[in-house]
Nanobody
Framework: QVQLVESGGGLVQAGGSLRLSCTASGSIASISVMGWYRQAPGKQRELVATILSGAITNYSDSAKGRFTISRDNAKNTVYLQMNSLKPEDTAVYYC????????????WGQGTQVTVSS
């Protein structure tokens, strides 16, 4: 079984920064894709950014230029540095990893609230 623990959310003023972390633990042989998604009230969950094991990254249009995703493979941890935050970034942020335990499967974190005040 694989567990994900997220941290780093909170309340910040517009223009501020936050750094989210997500660490995977458990019976993990390898991790391929790691990513961050978010869900605002009344909206569907959407992709924010992903990073492959080879450090190839992908960002949503809203995240490009403001957010940076990175990973530490030795720690099974993925980070999301969020700068120039806007009120529309307010959402619950979830990490997701594709990990190999007995087979590849997708695992989700419990979510961390990010609130950006205007």
């Amino acid at each position: 079984q694989v567990q994900l623990v997220e941290s780093g959310g909170g309340l910040v003023q517009a223009g501020g920064s936050l750094r989210l972390s997500c660490t995977a633990s458990g019976s993990i042989a390898s991790i391929s894709v790691m990513g961050w998604y978010r869900q605002a009230p009344g909206k569907q969950r959407e992709l924010v950014a992903t990073i492959l094991s080879g450090a190839i990254t992908n960002y949503s249009d809203s995240a490009k230029g403001r957010f940076t995703i990175s990973r530490d493979n030795a720690k099974n941890t993925v980070y999301l540095q969020m700068n120039s935050l806007k009120p529309e970034d307010t959402a619950v942020y979830y990490c997701k990893v594709r990990a190999y335990s007995h087979h590849y499967d997708d695992y989700w974190g419990q979510g961390t609230q990010v609130t950006v005040s205007s």
